[in-house]
């Protein structure tokens, strides 16, 4: 039966699952704030209030998501702790800093977020109703850095002794910066402003390809659409050092990402394909000593094959797909929002054109899918430790035979927060579009 099966892969799967779910709001959580930030003081500066339109409104919709959030980041913690009592044994100690500093960044960012829903027109001067977002950004994007401390501590951890068995001299500040931090915090933090951008880019691209001819969707698709040209370019370059740190500290997560057997300088990144019983790989693109200069920045870098690893030590081959599924995407949205960006500087030429709308619309499910995968590579490209070479997953995990009950419970409770708040999301925005609002402010439909 279900609830006979495996303990550790229950427990993986929920987690996963749990995960999964909230990484979306997560992301949400931590890039809306930024895009309201930039939007309220972009409405400042250029006196323009449909831009301040824009920030109103996407902070009525971003309370909705933090709700979500709330939900599924205390279902993380509750899950620690409950499937994964070994490691929380042994980690909690260097970890119990991070993870209640995200709990103090999280309350900091609610409190101010409430200050600033309650406060608009409530200042003769904007200014200082915009400086109340700044908390809130500063909150949001604290959150991620804490709790993304405690995954690089998972993938290069640091901070403590093992004696007989048992952990001692905990130090969580060296726990929390040690070498994976750079890399991951900037590549989390970046990637969420990023999804964020193309999210609400992909809402005014969707009402412009029904016919919408509102000024106010033009102008977020210019302001979403350059930051995320932004966003995205450093995303890439991030995603370089990334690599370079994963050549030095963990080489057979890069070799299992490139399917690379055989260690060799001049080594090629292989694109796609399919791998054989014999670690042949076919039908795949291959670019000559690419692997090789995003290890070392030079062609002559040697790079490590997976044949040097215990074979009991290597991650599952499939996350090489997850990794170029992460890759392309990253490119796509970042050739989409830089031809926006061209064809919007170039007097001539129409940026608002129907393919390309749908290519923006298309980057706010790829952006959401760009994210899934990059958590699947990270985590699962750790396998089969939870602590980098000091745990393994089927020592940290709970031997309890409810791990399938609570799997079904938390997946119909998943279920139901999503419907819940697409349902919320859409019958708000729907019931008050932007065009009554902008009527209510007397606000003008064409360029300020």
């Known amino acids: 039966m279900f609830f006979d099966n495996d303990p550790v892969l229950l427990s993986r799967i929920l987690t996963y699952l749990t995960l999964g779910f909230h990484a979306i709001f997560a992301t949400i959580g931590v890039g809306i704030p930024m895009m309201i930030a930039i939007a309220e003081w972009m409405g400042i500066k250029r ?41 929380m044994q042994t980690a909690g100690h260097t970890i119990g800093l991070p993870m209640f500093m995200e709990v103090f960044a999280f309350f900091f960012e609610a409190i101010f977020l409430g200050i600033y829903l309650y406060t608009w027109d409530r200042f003769k001067t904007k200014m200082r109703h915009f400086l109340l ?24 951890p640091q901070g403590f002794e093992i ?156 996350i090489h797909y997850f990794f170029d599924l992460m890759v392309f995407i990253g490119m796509y949205l970042a050739a989409v929002s830089t031809l926006f960006v061209v064809m919007n500087w170039k007097k001539n030429w129409n940026p608002f054109n129907k393919p390309l709308m749908m290519m923006i619309a298309a980057g706010a499910p790829l952006s959401i899918l760009a994210i899934e995968a990059g958590w699947i590579f990270t985590e699962v490209g750790r396998q089969p430790w939870i602590l980098n070479g000091i745990m393994r997953t089927s020592e940290a995990a709970t031997s309890s035979e409810q791990v399938g009950l609570m799997l079904i419970l938390f997946a119909g409770l998943y279920l139901v927060l999503g419907v819940t708040c697409a349902g919320v999301l859409r019958k708000m925005f729907k019931q008050n579009p932007v065009e009554r609002e902008m009527h209510k402010r007397k606000i003008d439909n064409y360029e300020v």
Not at 69 to 87: C, D, E, K, R, Y
Not at 136 to 155: E, Y
């Open 133 to 156: 977002v700044i908390p809130v950004v500063i909150g949001a994007t604290a959150s991620a850095f804490f709790i993304t401390t405690v995954n690089a501590f998972m993938n290069m």
């Open 163 to 318: 004696v007989d068995g048992v952990v001692t001299s905990a130090n969580p500040l060296e726990a929390m910066f040690n070498p994976a931090t750079p890399t991951k915090i900037s590549h989390v933090i970046i990637t969420c402003y990023l999804t964020a951008a193309f999210v609400l880019g992909a809402i005014a691209a969707v009402k412009i390809l029904r016919g919408n001819k509102s000024v106010y969707h033009k102008k977020a698709l210019h302001l979403t659409m350059l930051t995320g040209a932004v966003f995205a370019i450093s995303t890439a370059i991030i995603g370089d050092f990334s690599g370079k740190y994963l050549h030095e500290y963990q080489p057979e997560k890069l070799a299992a990402a490139e399917w690379h057997f055989e260690t060799e300088t001049e080594a090629p990144l292989i694109l796609g394909g399919i791998l054989t019983e014999d670690n042949e790989v076919q039908y795949a693109l291959e670019i000559p000593y690419a692997l090789s200069i995003l290890a070392g920045f030079a062609p002559d870098t040697e790079v490590i094959g997976l044949n040097e690893f215990p074979e009991d030590e290597l991650p599952p081959l499939f």
């Open 47 to 87: 006196k323009d209030p449909h831009y301040t339109l824009l920030a109103r409104r996407w902070a009525r919709g971003f309370v909705i998501t933090v709700a979500i959030g709330v939900v599924t980041g205390t279902a993380i913690g509750l899950q620690l702790s409950l499937l994964w009592p070994n490691f």
